[in-house]
């Protein structure tokens, strides 16, 4: 159910200039729906500063399932482990080599 899924890109900068951890966190729970399960998206955190107390907040809500994403080389570092407690599962994503670009374009470039 749409009501349940919410989205932040912080890469728009209305969406993280002047805001802070803290208004972020309660700006999200009040939109949340009690009782059913709900899945918070913030792409590109790493624009907020102290974004690990809001995750670890977000993170402890029952019922709640946090999903955060950032191209930024410090959300990819190693402290990610401490700041976030270790709770978290890291998925790398990484771009197409020019031959699998080609393959899922279907183009062939043998003649």
Known sequence: MPSQIQFYNFEIPENFL???WDTLYFEIKVK????QKN???LDEIQNIADFE???DGLYATENTD???????????SSELATLLSGRYIEISILPFSFTEY?????IDIQK
């Open 18 to 20: 002047n805001k802070r």
């Open 39 to 41: 899945y918070i998206f």
């Open 32 to 35: 949340q729906q009690a009782d």
């Open 66 to 76: 946090v999903y955060i994403t950032g191209s930024n080389a410090n959300l990819l």
């Open 53 to 55: 107390k809001l995750v």
């Open 102 to 106: 080609l393959e899922f374009r279907s």
